[in-house]
Structures are given as C-alpha cells and as structure tokens.
C-alpha cells in the first residue's frame, strides 16, 4: 500500500520501491538508490529515462502549444502519421490515433465489425487485449475475474494456442476478425509457431474475415524489428500499437489498409486527447531515434547475449524474442522478482506464476543483462 494514500483507489499491487528520477536504464529513489529497470513501466519506456532528443522535443513543444484537439490541422499530428505509417508493414498506411492501447483495440474490432456486418470475433486462449467493454470480451478470463458489463458487445470464440483444426472449425463467413498478439505479452511472452500464424492470415483470406494484430507490447520496434507481422512475414488489415509508441506519453494507434479506411466515413471515429501535439511530436522522437540510433540491431544483440547466458537457475527456460522476454522460473516468478528487487534489479510477472517478464528499454546493454547473470547466480547460491 502507498505511504501516501488518503484517497487513491488502488487497484494494483505495489513494490517497495518508490522512483523519483530515471536515468538511461537505471531509477532512483529519494536516498539515491539505483535500480536496474528492466521491465520498462510496461514496455512503455522504451528509450529509458532521460532522454535527451525525446525530452526535448516533448520541451519544445509544450512551450509552443500545449495542446488542441482534431478539429485543427496541425503538422505535428501529420508528421507523426507519416513516420508511423512508413515504419508500418507495407500497405498499412492510414493511421488513426487514440490515447491508449485499450482505446485501439476497442476501435480495430469496431471497425471490423461495422465493415463485414458481422457479429464474431475469434481470441486466442491467454489473451490480453485491454479492459474496456470489446477490449475485455476478448481478453482470456475477463469474464470470470474482473469483466463488469453484463454481457459482451458481439459474440467471441476463443481457440487453443497453436490449434489450427479448432483455427479452420472457427474461422467462418459469420468470423468479422480474427485479433492476436503475435507474443503474448501478459501470458509471459509466449510465442505463437510461424506455421499457426501464417494459416490464421490464410483462413481470414479463406472467408474475407479481417485479421488484426495486437502489437500493443510487440510493436515498435520491440522484437529487433519494426513490428510482429514483420516478425512472422505477414500483414494484418489493422494493427494496433500503443506502450512504447510515444516512449512514455499515454498515446495509442490503430493502423489500417488504406480500402478500410476509404470505407469509414466522416464522424465514423473519434477521439479527444489522441494524436495531441505533445504525443505526437514524441511519436516522431521515437521513431526516428529507433532508426537513427540502430536501436533494433541492439536489441537482436542483447537479446541474444540474454538467451545465452542467463538461463541460470532458479530460470530454467526463456521464451520470447527480441525485448519482450519471459524468464520460466522454478521458483514462483513473484518470488524471484522480489528477490531482484532486493538486488537492484527490477522485473515483473506475467499471468503465468512461472515467468517472470523483461520489457527493457531499447539502450540497454550486455554490461546491464552481466547484473542480471550475476544476480541470478547470487541467488542460486543462497
């Protein structure tokens, strides 16, 4: 419980750790202590604290107009779309902006069922695709822990992992879309086999079924490449984005096949806050920080150097790619995340009690995963 709460709801389990300055990959707290961070804020931090070019430009702009809505041009919103559009697979090239990665989701399955006139949308077991009324029917679970609406807004079908019969059974001329996160990030980084995403994309072709990609935690550049469809070879009709997507502004996108977008029509969508000038400009710092800075081959080669030398008890498997990790523990992964923390080293859990989840920013270095090696070493040997 927070030392300062009088009246904050609190609905999340908190760490003994209070930040109150970052820098690079490292937190402090009010006496100075620094910790390791690996876990991001979520995935949201993606250039780590501090960052020169992001704060700047976040400066800049906040001097110059703190915000206006949508119902003005401004180049900053259009600049940003440009450069999210062309980081995008190719044919993704409408970009529609939103506050957050629940709010982009919510809008993808929206559209795919405004589109086809129809009425099912098939989830994967596991899932987690946000807390709002659609978001939350197609997350795995919600219904029986925490899912407050009396019933769901179009009909879901959830499917076994990697389970291409029930794929083929459950994909049908009623299915408006197929949604996946191509790793699963809450389940623990968890990820699906080239062969059952390349027949999802083939059975949604099969039934003119929409397929969309939930890259709320795999996009931006988090998995060495632009995005998860790039990472499997495919391309999805909508992609959602958000964490990483403006390194620690609350922002989110749905980007979209241009014939989808010629469909929708004036009014069709809507948003307050999304594609604000300080999101914006931060977008377009991130992008190009991502490319200019060779952050996607940093995390290829750290990535690999944590495969290979960090599967020290009490880990004893890692799943994943690129930044979006899962450390399968022996321990249970709540356990050895406390343990961490008491060494400087931050982490976090998944769904799974037995993986322990890393969704490091992007600058991290191989100095950084010998802290955790040695940590983890440390203890095995207590």
Sequence with gaps: ??????????????????????????????????????????????????????ITAITNQAKNLLFQSNAVIMKSRDDAATKLAEFSPKNLNKVFFVNSGAEANENAIRIAL??????????????????????????????KKWYGFPSTPMKVEFIPRNDIDS??????????????????GVAGAYK???????????????????LIFDEVQTGMGRLGVPFGAD??????????????LAGGLPCGAVIMK??????????SLGTTFGGGPLSSVAISAVIDTIIDDNLMDNINSVSKYLFSTCKIDPVIDIQGAGF????????????????????????????DPNILRLLPPYILE???????????????NE
Excluded at 192 to 210: A, D, G, M, R, V
Excluded at 258 to 267: H, M, R, S, Y
Aim: include cysteine; aromatic fraction near 6%.
């Design 231 to 244: 990472y499997f070879q495919v391309t999805p009709d909508l992609l959602t984005v958000a964490k990483s």
């Design 114 to 143: 405004q589109l086809t006139g129809r009425k099912k949308i098939i989830a994967i077991e596991n899932a987690f695709h946000g807390r709002t009324a659609a978001a939350g029917a197609v997350t795995w679970g919600s219904q």
């Design 366 to 380: 191989k100095s950084h995963i010998e802290i955790l090696s040695s940590a983890l070493k440390e203890i095995n």
């Design 258 to 267: 241009e014939k989808i977008i010629k469909n929708l029509g004036a009014g």
């Design 192 to 210: 699906f086999s080239n062969e059952f995403i390349n027949s999802i994309q083939h059975q949604c072709k099969k039934n003119k079924t929409l």
């Design 324 to 351: 979006l990790i899962g450390l399968k523990t022996k321990i249970p992964a709540n356990v050895l995340r406390d343990k961490l923390l008491k060494k400087n080293i931050m982490t976090g859990t998944s769904s």
């Design 167 to 184: 794929l083929k059974k459950a994909v049908d001329k009623d299915t408006a879309a197929v949604i996946i996160e191509p790793i699963q």
């Design 1 to 54: 419980m927070s030392k300062y709460n009088a009246h904050l709801q609190e609905v999340y389990p908190v760490l003994p750790f209070e930040p109150v300055k970052g820098d690079g990959v490292f937190l402090k707290d009010e006496k100075n202590k620094k910790v390791l961070d690996l876990y991001g804020g979520h995935a949201v931090t993606c250039l780590g604290y501090n960052h020169k070019k992001l």
